[in-house]
């Protein structure tokens, strides 16, 4: 009975309070509108130059948990001056103004970002069809005569997903990825260059450190703890791009000329430390598998077989300032579109020039390696190290090359037929003078030399090609 009268008693009172909490915590929410304008004005403000034109009444907004929100953006598009950067360092080299600053707009047919307004969290999960298409102007010359003039790039689809809670690491994979390009040759003729890559996966290979790379991108962030980088093994950025079945096709006037097929290859990118004592940064490709049909040239195809492929471009040790000099250098570029250009080369300069002295202090050395390099007539192998150590001496450089089992590609290329007698008659001799033989057959050759030994080289290689073999229609039989 006291239990009846206490329920009876303290029931409403209890009901008032459910419904003042609901309401409480219903007031507490957004509306979808003003959802997207905080989203709206979170990413354009990001970074300066970067605009997303978003439809409001074309984006659908789902709420999730506390004050995050799932949100699908609807035929949106992103314009961006990124491509300053590329009329940055034209400028710097060539003292004008880049002609190619325009495919800075990309049309997006749906994008999903998991959006937090509070704490201005921002996860972007999926876009789905996005294209570029642009007038080239001027035109892109190409040697031949050809001139580009349209490009059109498009992608299928791309997703983002974290590997689990808390960990930098992602995987991404982008779907259906053409590069279109159109021109004229010379004579008029209609020529058009196509690239299909089915599918390029994304995956985070290493620990990234987002202070890193916030400090590179954003001018008001402080400035990181290399230090500590080192200690944990934090990157900037360490990634592998893998891509799956690439097609290739060049078409005149409608008719194929040349068709490819790459079975697959791999991009690698890191910034990041080094042995725990200094750092490193680089760059990679690797190709399985190319072959290409070319109707009527039997050389080139033959040319074209290459089994296996691998190139990797380092630079490293980078002590702790030469690190960060080279941070400043790429936060000054992507902070300084709004400068005057005077300004904006006078620092970058400036920046240029402290990251080279940080190198020579740090004896930073510039590593290319080609390996493994297995063709259709043989293997091989090319080591090169450049020195810097003196600005006004320029680079010592030491290249390393190795045939392995030299006599047997010299045979598979007589078999082959398809060099002239006076071309493979100047390989040979190439090998034999500037080659040391070993025992199991390898050729090796070496050169340590500055930048001036280097010139020379190339001047008596060319003393010994044949006056044919300078026209290639000459150095091949077909």
């Not at 970074?47 to 035929?75: C, F, M, W």
């Not at 077989?305 to 400043?328: M, N, T, W, Y």
Request: some cysteine.
């Amino acid at each position: 009975m006291k239990q009846h009268l206490f329920f009876r008693l303290f029931a409403p009172a209890l009901l008032v309070l459910i419904v003042f909490t609901a309401n409480c915590a219903k007031s507490t929410e957004l509306s979808d509108k003003e959802v997207v304008k905080q989203l709206t004005d979170y990413l354009n403000s990001r970074h300066p130059g970067s605009q997303y034109t978003i439809d409001p009444a074309a984006t659908i907004v789902k709420p999730l948990k506390t004050n995050r929100y799932e949100i699908t953006l609807k035929n949106t598009s992103f314009t961006t001056d990124l491509t300053r950067f590329v009329e940055l360092v034209y400028k710097y080299i060539w003292s004008e103004d880049s002609p190619y600053s325009e495919l800075d707009t990309v049309r997006m047919e749906e994008v999903v970002f998991i959006f937090g307004p509070k704490e201005k969290y921002l996860d972007l999960r999926s876009m789905k069809d996005l294209s570029i298409e642009n007038e080239l102007k001027p035109r892109l010359t190409w040697p031949g005569g050809v001139e580009l003039n349209k490009i059109r790039v498009s992608v299928g689809k791309i997703t983002f997903q974290r590997q689990h809670a808390g960990d930098s690491r992602s995987s991404d994979t982008m779907e259906h990825l053409k590069i279109n390009t159109s021109g004229l040759t010379a004579k008029n003729d209609k020529i058009s260059f196509i690239l299909d890559i089915e599918k390029i996966g994304k995956v985070d290979t290493g620990e990234e450190d987002a202070n890193l790379s916030d400090y590179m991108m954003n001018k008001n962030a402080r400035q990181p703890n290399l230090k500590k980088a080192l200690e944990t093994g934090a990157a900037v950025t360490d990634l592998n791009i893998q891509l799956g079945k690439v097609n290739v096709s060049m078409k005149k006037n409608g008719i194929t000329l040349c068709d490819g097929i790459l079975e697959n290859a791999s991009y690698l990118q890191f910034m990041k430390p080094d042995s725990g004592k200094f750092f490193k940064l680089g760059w990679g490709i690797r190709l399985k598998n190319l072959k290409l049909s070319i109707p009527g040239k039997k050389a080139l195809q033959l040319l074209s077989q290459v089994k296996d492929f691998r190139f990797e471009f380092s630079i490293k040790p980078l002590s702790e300032g030469a690190f960060l000099a080279f941070l400043d250098l790429m936060r000054e570029i992507f902070s300084s579109r709004t400068m005057p250009d005077n300004t904006k080369m006078g620092k970058f300069t400036s920046l240029m020039m402290r990251l080279l002295f940080e190198m020579m202090k740090s004896k930073t050395h510039m590593h290319f390696v080609i390996s493994p390099f297995k063709h259709h007539f043989g293997e091989m192998k090319v080591e090169t190290d450049m020195k810097l150590y003196n600005v006004m001496a320029g680079p010592i450089v030491t290249i390393t090359a190795t045939l392995f089992k030299a006599q047997n590609i010299l045979n598979k290329l007589k078999e082959a037929n398809i060099f002239s007698a006076a071309a493979l008659e100047t390989i040979s001799g190439i090998i034999e003078k500037y080659g040391v033989t070993h025992e199991n057959g390898d050729v090796t050759f070496t050169y340590n030399m500055d930048i001036f030994q280097l010139k020379k080289i190339f001047l008596n290689l060319g003393r010994l090609l044949p006056p044919a073999t300078h026209n290639p229609s000459n150095f091949l039989k077909y």
